[in-house]
């Protein structure tokens, strides 16, 4: 497996900037809709398997806003197993911005 393409949450607070950089680092089509069931129609049709996919620098903060993010990439990892890996390394310094 090619190595994990890594969203550094450290410096993502918004659902825009998550997308931005998940089009660019997932090659993701240019009809991607910015939401997360068009996310999930790439993740599971769209991208080249397998992938690896890990958040770093989650913070409570990204816990509770990213909830659902968080969530689809479990399932995705659950309905594609051993093509779609994820993972998440958890902060628990929450700076409070964002």
Request: negative net charge.
């Amino acid at each position: 497996m090619k190595k994990p393409i890594i969203f550094n949450f450290s410096k993502i607070y918004t659902y825009h900037k998550f997308y931005t950089l998940c089009k660019q680092k997932l090659q993701l089509p240019e009809y991607f809709g910015n939401n997360l069931d068009a996310l999930w129609d790439c993740i599971t049709g769209d991208i080249e398997l397998p992938v690896s996919i890990r958040f770093t620098g989650v913070t409570p903060y990204h816990k509770n806003k990213f909830k659902a993010l968080i969530k689809l990439m479990q399932d995705a990892e659950i309905e594609m197993p051993g093509d779609f890996v994820f993972n998440m390394d958890s902060s628990e310094k929450d700076d409070g911005t964002g």
